[in-house]
């Protein structure tokens, strides 16, 4: 009887890099951040994070039969290429594609190491995924320039939005941190000091764009002085949806622990 599980090392390593392929993954990334850019927000979204399910699940099931170094130089290329190729970004949907990138990298890492927190890092990216596209869906921004002029429309969100953002980096006590911290501590337990540390120093390519957000979002305003006396902006509806996932990208952290054991 065929099972997934029967098969060798080559062909594994072939379904394994076309699964990779599918995710978006360096170098096979090309497609990525060109499909999202050419897409609405609510396709956006469905792509970076429902699309990526099946394949994460496939490669999930192939872990003990994958190369240790071909996920290895996938998973650090992935990081390295989602930092340098965002920094000079000024649409949203390029951006939010090589931080797809990028997060995807830290969860090839540790695939070989520990399934099951591959499969949590996905969650959590899902979700704060989720929360930043919902969030510009919501204001109906999609380049850097248009975020500074929702700040007199939507001040709760646009300050919800910046934390999001630096969730998505990855610093504490925000819920992005959580995978970040557990897949370094697994890298450090498997005596990957080397590749630790690549990978922490990698990180901050994709700390200066997301801080470069933050600066836009919050410290940058546009004139609030309409011209006409009929303002051409209406102020949208409060969003149930849109305040549950900010609020679960930001507070989860200290949940972290519970939801491994679940």
């Known amino acids: 009887e065929w099972s997934i599980l029967t098969l060798s090392n080559p062909p594994s390593t072939i379904i394994s890099i ?77 951006i939010l594609a090589f931080s797809s990138i990028s997060h995807l990298g830290w969860m090839i890492i540790i695939l070989k190491f520990n399934p099951q927190l591959m499969m ?26 248009e975020i500074s002029t929702v700040w007199s429309k939507t001040p709760t969100l646009t300050s919800v939005m910046m934390l999001t953002l630096l969730s998505l980096a990855g610093l504490p006590p925000l819920t992005g941190f959580s995978p970040k911290l557990l897949i370094l501590s ?4 498997q005596n990957s000091l080397m590749l630790a540390t690549i990978v922490m120093l990698a990180a901050l390519l994709t700390l200066f764009f997301y801080l470069r ?48 054991l679940m």
């Open 213 to 260: 957000l933050t600066y836009i979002v919050t410290l940058t305003l546009a004139p609030n002085a309409p011209s006409s006396a009929i303002s051409w902006r209406s102020s949208p509806k409060p969003s149930t949806l849109v305040a549950t996932l900010n609020s679960m990208a930001l507070i989860m952290f200290p949940l972290t622990p519970t939801l491994l």
């Open 18 to 94: 076309a699964l990779m392929m599918k995710l978006g993954l360096a170098p096979l990334h090309f497609w990525l951040p060109e499909v999202l850019q050419g897409v609405s927000l609510p396709t956006g979204l469905i792509l970076s994070t429902w699309q990526k399910l099946a394949p994460i699940s496939l490669l999930y099931q192939l872990s003990e039969l994958m190369n240790i170094y071909v996920i290895s130089i996938i998973g650090l290329t992935s990081v390295l290429v989602g930092g340098w190729g965002g920094i000079s970004q000024t649409q949203l949907r390029k």
């Open 186 to 189: 697994e890298l450090i337990k």
């Open 120 to 145: 949590f890092n996905f969650l959590i990216y899902a979700l704060l995924t989720a929360a930043m596209f919902s969030s510009l869906i919501y204001m109906g921004a999609t380049k850097m320039s």
